[in-house]
Structure formats: C-alpha cells, structure tokens
C-alpha cells in the first residue's frame, strides 16, 4: 500500500508561482508514473503533469499549464514535485498527487482511472 502526502498549497495572486510537494510512503517508494492532477468542484478531475521514472523519465503536461508549470521527482527521497509558475485565476484548484499508473511508450498515461494511489489534496487558490 502506498501513502502519498501533498503539501505546499497556498493563496497567491495571478503571476506568482508556487511549489507542491508530494512524498509517498513507505520511505522511499516509487512508482513507474507519478502525478498530478487538479479538481475545481462540480467539474471533471484534470490531469496536470506526469512523470515517468525509468530511462530518461518522459514528462507530459495537461494543454492548460504547458510552458508554466515544471514537475520532477527525487526517486531517493520517494517525492514528487510540482513547481507552478505564472500563475492565473483558472490555475485555482484542489491539486492531488497521485502514483502507480500505467504508462505507454515511455511516457505515463493521464486518466484518472489509471492510478490507483491518490493523496488527499493540497488547496491552490489564485486571485487577480
């Protein structure tokens, strides 16, 4: 069983960035794909930016934040980042780190129902 803990939310106004942390448990888990996905309530669970662990660790990041947000891992330490940048009002969300998804030619797959560990959410408001 897998553990993951989200941390580093906050409230910071459009432009400014933030950095999300999530470490799994047992100490120094990993997982093939490890990542992230955002909710706003009464809307679909979005995936936001993924990371595939083995050879040269293909990364893939929802349309909505490429060229903003930059996520990576810290395989010894069994974390996984998630550095925002340029932040706007729409980038407010409930940010869940998620892990154990399954992967195709190297790089993870972004559907919600392929990952079968989720944190419990770290809260990212942005205002104008």
């Known amino acids: 069983q897998v553990t993951l803990v989200e941390s580093g939310g906050g409230s910071v106004q459009e432009g400014g960035s933030l950095k999300l942390s999530c470490v799994a448990s047992?100490?120094?888990?990993?997982?093939?794909?490890m990542g992230w996905f955002r909710q706003v309530q009464g809307k679909e669970r979005e995936g936001v930016g993924f990371i595939y662990t083995p050879g040269g660790g293909g990364i893939i990041y929802g349309d909505s934040v490429k060229g903003r947000f930059t996520v990576s891992r810290d395989n010894r330490k069994g974390t996984l980042y998630l550095e925002m940048n340029s932040l706007e009002s729409e980038d407010t969300a409930m940010y869940y780190c998620?892990?154990?998804?399954?992967?195709?030619?190297?790089?993870?797959?972004?559907?919600?129902?392929?990952?079968?560990?989720w944190g419990q959410g770290t809260l990212v408001t942005v205002s104008s």
């Open positions: 998620a892990a154990g998804g399954n992967a195709s030619n190297g790089y993870c797959l972004i559907d919600r129902s392929d990952y079968p560990y």
């Open positions: 047992p100490y120094g888990t990993t997982t093939y794909c």
